[in-house]
């Protein structure tokens, strides 16, 4: 993904999209929408600092405190890696050719701490801007590491950009290189849910997909008050509209509102340019088809115009939808006509065989006949979602996913 920047376009609600600047768009989230460690708070246009991720840690209001200048030069502050030593608390990242009890400025990275205060907080334990930026590509490098399951990398990484985030907090910076921060970021939760998926032999899988999710929705909402904290009239950024669209995304399936409020009152706050965007239409239309059960649609939509990064979050809906067109088709059709899987392979989008496999998980049997072609019956009275869930099937007629 290109670096974010600011793409001038007209923006019919200009007005509106100024007055927003202030508003809080979600009120059970709040985030921080403040300026750079260099703003003067009595400045005109200052913007008091909203407390991101306040329920992951006890911290004072930044706004009756001094403001706190990062001196830590290294990923992580030289006392917390001498500490972490002593207590061999070092992930496999971390350790000095595979020593739990040695480490290096190059590969110790400052962990996430839940209960903090910017009283007790010392300058050189703090990373400024520079630093968080090189700490951020050094983590998002590993994250197609090979050498370890990615449930592993993602753990660590997980914890180590929630410390990034709470430090961008903590020194109330906002500004664009914090927003291509974010967005990055939130790309990572977003990719995790589909590299998830190919874990799904660990045990432990649903709680990491409840954590990755937890997060994603708050980098998310972070990244939103940031957009409008730094909005122009005139202008959105980049990549403003696909990272709206994520959260009408998150939308589809039963766990919806990710953050507590509904997409109606949401899109009042969205500027008219990311509405009217592409990526935006495709999510509204998508969600559209997912909810009138159109599976055709949704299937054809899906495949010519998904982003990968839209996709990642689309994935686990396509197996519903399947086992939607696949009780209708079973329902509706007639009990001595079966239906050819030739074709319910062009509907679904589906190789054959990982087809029969999908029909058999649904309760549902196929046969072939003399011709060799293969048949599903209808009006069979076995059919059901499989406990377990979906397991990953093809979608042939995807385009091609650029990452």
């Known amino acids: 993904m290109e670096r974010s920047r600011r793409q001038r376009r007209p923006n019919p609600s200009s007005s509106s999209s100024t007055r927003s600047q202030s508003y809080r768009r ?37 706004s009756n405190l001094p403001l706190l200048v990062a001196t830590c030069p290294f990923m992580c502050p030289a006392g917390e890696r001498a500490q972490r030593e002593r207590l061999r608390d070092l992930a496999v990242f971390e350790r000095l050719d595979g020593n739990p009890r040695k480490t290096s400025p190059d590969l110790a990275v400052k962990k996430f701490c839940r209960t903090i205060s910017i009283r007790d907080v010392q300058a050189s334990d703090m990373r400024p801007l520079p630093v968080l930026e090189e ?7 590993l994250s197609d590491s090979t050498e370890y399951p990615f449930q592993v990398v993602h753990d660590f990484i997980f914890d180590r950009t929630r410390s990034i985030r709470q430090d961008l907090s903590m020194q109330n910076i906002v500004n664009d290189k914090a927003i291509y921060m974010y967005e990055k970021m939130v790309k990572f939760h977003v990719i995790s849910l589909h590299k998830l998926r190919s874990c799904s032999s660990d045990p432990n899988i649903s709680s990491l997909h409840y954590l990755n999710m937890e997060q994603l929705t708050k980098a998310l909402t972070s990244l939103f008050n940031l957009y409008d904290a730094n909005r122009s009239s005139d202008s959105i950024y980049e990549n403003e509209a696909e990272f709206h669209s994520f959260y009408v995304l998150l939308h ?51 495949a010519a115009e998904a982003s990968y990064l839209q996709y990642c979050i689309i994935e686990p809906y396509i197996s519903e939808v399947r086992a939607l067109a696949l009780s209708c088709i079973n329902n509706g059709g007639y009990k001595l006509h079966p ?49 377990g869930g979906f397991q990953s099937c093809s979608f042939s007629g995807l385009q091609p996913l650029e990452r």
């Not at 985030?31 to 708070?41: E, L, V």
């Not at 589809?252 to 953050?259: D, E, F, I, K, Y």
């Not at 409020?261 to 969600?287: G, T, Y």
């Not at 062009?346 to 293969?374: H, I, P, Q, R, W």
Request: with cysteine; glycine share 4%; aromatic share 10%.
């Open 135 to 141: 700490t951020l590509d050094y983590l998002l490098n």
């Open 26 to 62: 979600f009120p059970s989230n709040p985030t921080q929408n403040s300026k750079s460690p260099s703003t003067n708070r009595d400045a005109p246009g200052f913007v008091k600092p909203r407390r991101a991720g306040q329920e992951d840690r006890d911290v004072d209001d930044p």
């Open 252 to 302: 589809l399936g039963s766990n919806s509102q990710p953050t507590g409020e509904s997409l109606s009152l949401w899109f009042r706050h969205v500027p008219i340019p990311i509405i009217k965007s592409k990526e935006m239409c495709f999510a509204r239309r998508i969600l559209r088809f997912f909810r009138i059960g159109n599976y055709k649609r949704f299937l054809l939509s899906a």
């Open 339 to 387: 239906y050819p899987l030739a074709h319910l392979c062009k509907l679904l989008m589906m190789k054959e065989s990982d087809l029969v496999s999908f029909c058999n998980a649904c309760g549902l049997e196929t046969y072939a006949d003399e011709a060799g072609n293969k048949l599903l019956p209808t009006k069979q009275t076995t059919f059901c979602c499989p406990k």
